[in-house]
């Protein structure tokens, strides 16, 4: 289906159809699945929205890691609660990908052959409780940055799918900021971990913006078309300007010697991060990527008897055969 989707965008699109189309768009009117769209604007958001899924999906496993280990028992329930609510978000923008006209299993199985990717951020390790803390406050907290203005993007099942997860995250935004407090302005060896954690974090953190948008390669007409509401840079900026102050409440020290505040500019300057390393985990060579991808090999292998099982039991009663009686 997907292939097929990709081979018929050869074909012209009716330009008046395209005009009409934008028009829509620029009038703020939402896209929904059973009206007419352009096939570039299909995979986009086909794209745009499985690697979304994916990486809530992937996203729960260095946070996963720390369940079972949590310092306290209230501390565990909400690491629990976060985790369970990153694996709703992904089923709600796997829903909302169906929409398009793919499914789950196609979004996948190209998760796993690696023709589709996830947010690099989770290629990094979780050596310490104090991730937990930096995790919630920065990776949530970019993902509120980038999420928020998505509720106003033109497809209407992504934009409402969007309503629900942001007041989630929130949520989990706070409950990282939690953590670091505590930890910031407990023992020395506290305050060392948290602080460690902030300079593990910061640089992925910023990365989760997508490259600089003078190397951002689907922005304009993702914009144009209200996919994408700011471009990378104007979101990494608001994110620090944001985080800053934050981290000066909790005591901790961002580990950018060229963070100053810009009177002129009304923002904080700041170092971009290392670009090379950026492609790098994108492409496969982060610290984590072979075991991220193993094991949701294995969670998708495992799952198997399952989908066999729901398939059988449904086409049983397709063909109105009664389940015998045990
Ligand atoms: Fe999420
Ligand atoms: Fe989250």
């Known amino acids: ?12 699109e009716d330009p008046q159809k395209l005009k009409e189309f934008q028009n829509r768009i620029d009038a703020g009117d939402k896209i929904e699945p059973q009206d007419w769209m352009p096939n570039g604007y299909r995979k986009t958001l086909i794209r745009q929205i499985g690697q979304h899924a994916h990486s809530e999906i992937v996203g729960q496993l260095p946070e996963g890691n720390w369940i079972t280990r949590a310092p306290t028992l209230e501390r565990k329930a909400i690491l629990l609660a976060k985790v369970q609510d990153e694996a709703g978000h ?3 923008l796997y829903c909302a990908a169906e929409t398009l006209g793919v499914s789950r299993d196609e979004l996948t199985e190209m998760l796993l052959d690696e023709r589709m990717k996830y947010s690099s951020i989770f290629n990094y390790p979780t050596l310490t409780w104090a991730d937990m803390g930096a995790i919630g ?8 940055m980038n999420q928020v203005p998505l509720q106003r993007t033109s497809y209407g099942p992504y934009a409402r799918a969007m309503i629900r997860i942001c007041k989630e995250e929130s949520f989990h935004q706070r ?5 670091m407090i505590k930890m910031a302005k407990g023992s020395a060896e506290q305050k060392h971990m948290a ?12 990365m989760m913006f997508g490259p600089s948008d003078t190397d951002s390669v689907h922005s304009v007409q993702s914009m144009a078309w209200k996919i994408k509401m700011n471009t990378n840079d104007e979101l990494r900026q608001k994110f620090v300007d944001q985080t800053a102050p934050q981290a000066d409440l909790l005591g901790l020290t961002i580990p950018d010697a060229n963070l100053e505040w810009d009177e002129h500019k009304g923002g904080y300057n700041f ?14 060579n982060g610290p ?7 094991a949701r090999k294995k969670a998708w292998e495992d799952g198997q008897w399952v989908r066999d099982g729901l398939l059988a039991n449904a086409e049983k009663h397709a063909a109105k055969i009664p389940v015998a009686a045990e």
């Open 1 to 12: 289906m997907y292939a097929q989707m990709i081979e018929s965008e050869v074909e012209c």
């Open 90 to 92: 992904g089923l709600y």
């Open 137 to 144: 406050w920065l990776v949530d907290g970019a993902a509120i």
């Open 175 to 179: 409950q990282g900021f939690d953590i």
């Open 195 to 206: 602080q460690d954690a902030l300079n593990r974090f910061w640089y992925p953190a910023l």
């Open 271 to 284: 170092t971009e991060p290392d670009w090379s390393e950026f492609y790098a985990v994108i492409n496969g």
């Open 288 to 294: 984590c990527n072979v075991e991220r991808l193993a």
